[in-house]
């Protein structure tokens, strides 16, 4: 059966996630400016350390690589690796969204297959969902795979793929029926980067890392990789998404920011004429209103994982998660910016930068966190329509 830790039991494995991250941190990433970012080299080699230490996929069962640990466990992993800043782009595509769809939806050879490898690092997803003309509206997309004996081939173009210049695998979403209505004709697949026909271009986002788009010509997958059933994608998908919703590394994320705002603005001097900023009553409220939201994210990602844990069904939860932690994650940044004024503007490398950069390099990364995984609007639309049964 699986126990819920104690406070006590709790605290220590924060603290053990927490001396991994800043043991590892410094070997597997270049600088703090990176750590801001969704996707970048950095998570790959971050990726294999976390897997060579045990710490991916611990809720997945012993025998497929993991410890059946609770999902309050993972949480509480997953809110110190994000309040460690580590870079996790790597992480939650092949373990949120890949390994945790595969447990729903994929064969005992696929889970044998490829949890494992994941769970010892040595697999890495990407998620090749959205394309040029088919974000929001996942259900446009145009990449074809088209069965032929034992295998299906595919041609399209995928763009926004984060980690796909590291990533060892793609968990593929491709128009396996072209005559069927939009939603109904797609499938998901397992697909080896390493496949002849697949290109991978890079691109420098606002958050100082990069994306990518994918383009295929002629790739073959072997029909075993396909996960699901055929033609059944988009509601997989959909359960995917709801996957890469869940949020605690966000809060972890956002966790810190604040803590280093409280932290900066109670020293003498921060006010820059030798007081501190933490004694001007609106600096207080700010914060006290920020600090409050933030405990309402805290305890509903694990609201969530307790529900998880009981066998509960959890669906629009993950988009209410998303969406709140996405825009406080940007209300803190903005306050920051707005309370600490000129000396957070100092990036990584300047003498004057505070905390190393911190400040600017989430003030950049942060809008991003309201477009991945399904924009804010998309979020709300969830809710009203899953969530509270409103017309579709
Ligand atoms: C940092 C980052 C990483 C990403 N990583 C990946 C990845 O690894 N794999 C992957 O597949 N994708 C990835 N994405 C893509 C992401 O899923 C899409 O950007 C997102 O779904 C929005 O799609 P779009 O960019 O095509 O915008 P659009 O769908 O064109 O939307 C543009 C605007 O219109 C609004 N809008 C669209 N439709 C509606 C509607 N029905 N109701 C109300 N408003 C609407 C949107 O909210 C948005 O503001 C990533 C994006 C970012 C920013």
Same mark, same amino acid.
């Given at each position: 059966m699986r126990i819920i830790p104690t406070e006590a039991e709790a605290a220590d494995l924060r603290g053990q996630a927490l001396d991994f991250c800043y043991k590892t941190i410094p070997s597997t990433v270049r600088g703090l400016e990176r750590q801001g970012t969704m996707s970048d080299g950095d998570s790959g080699a971050f990726f294999q350390a976390l897997g060579m230490a045990g710490w991916i996929g611990r809720h997945w069962p012993v025998e497929y690589g993991g410890r059946s640990a609770t999902h309050v466990e993972t949480a509480i992993v997953d809110e110190a690796l994000g309040y460690a800043r580590a870079p996790l782009s790597a992480y939650l595509l092949s373990v949120k969204v890949f390994g945790n769809s595969l447990m729903l939806f994929g064969t005992?050879?696929?889970?044998?297959?490829?949890?494992?490898?994941?769970?010892a690092g040595d697999a890495m997803f990407c998620q090749g969902f959205s394309e040029p003309m088919a974000?929001?509206?996942f259900g446009s997309l145009r990449t074809t795979a088209v069965k032929s004996g034992d295998e299906y081939i595919v041609n399209g173009h995928k763009i926004w793929t984060s980690s796909a210049e590291v990533a060892?695998?793609?968990?593929?979403?491709?128009?396996?029926?072209?005559?069927?209505?939009?939603?109904?004709?797609?499938?998901?697949?397992?697909?080896?980067?390493?496949?002849?026909?697949?290109?991978?271009?890079?691109f420098p986002t606002l958050g100082g890392g990069v994306l990518n788009e994918v383009f295929f010509e002629n790739a073959r997958i072997p029909a075993e990789n396909l996960l699901g059933d055929e033609n059944r994608g988009f509601h997989q998908a959909m359960r995917s998404l709801d996957l890469e919703r869940s949020c605690m590394d966000r809060v972890g994320a956002a966790r810190l920011s604040l803590d280093r705002l409280v932290e900066y603005v109670g020293q003498d001097g921060s006010d820059g004429a030798g007081g501190r900023? #933490?004694?001007?009553?609106?600096?207080?409220?700010? !914060?006290?209103?920020?600090?409050?939201? /933030?405990q309402v994210a805290r305890s509903f990602g694990y609201l969530i994982a307790r529900n998880l844990d009981a066998g509960k069904g959890v669906s629009a939860e993950f988009s209410f998660g998303k969406l709140y932690v996405g825009l406080l994650t940007q209300a803190i940044a903005d306050a920051t910016v707005d309370i600490v004024g000129t000396l957070a503007q100092f990036e990584h490398g300047s003498a004057h930068a505070i905390f190393d950069g911190l400040f600017p390099a989430v003030y950049r990364a942060s809008p991003a966190l309201t477009l991945a995984? #399904?924009?804010?609007?998309?979020?709300?639309?969830? !809710?009203?329509?899953?969530?509270?049964? /409103?017309?579709?």
């Open positions: 005992a050879a696929q889970k044998s297959k490829y949890l494992p490898m994941i769970a974000g929001s509206d060892t695998h793609m968990y593929l979403a491709a128009r396996t029926d072209p005559q069927a209505v939009k939603h109904r004709g797609i499938s998901l697949f397992a697909l080896d980067m390493k496949t002849p026909g697949i290109t991978v271009n890079s900023l #933490g004694d001007v009553k609106a600096v207080q409220e700010k !914060i006290g209103e920020l600090r409050t939201k /933030l995984g #399904g924009s804010s609007e998309i979020q709300r639309g969830v !809710i009203a329509v899953r969530g509270l049964g /409103l017309p579709r």
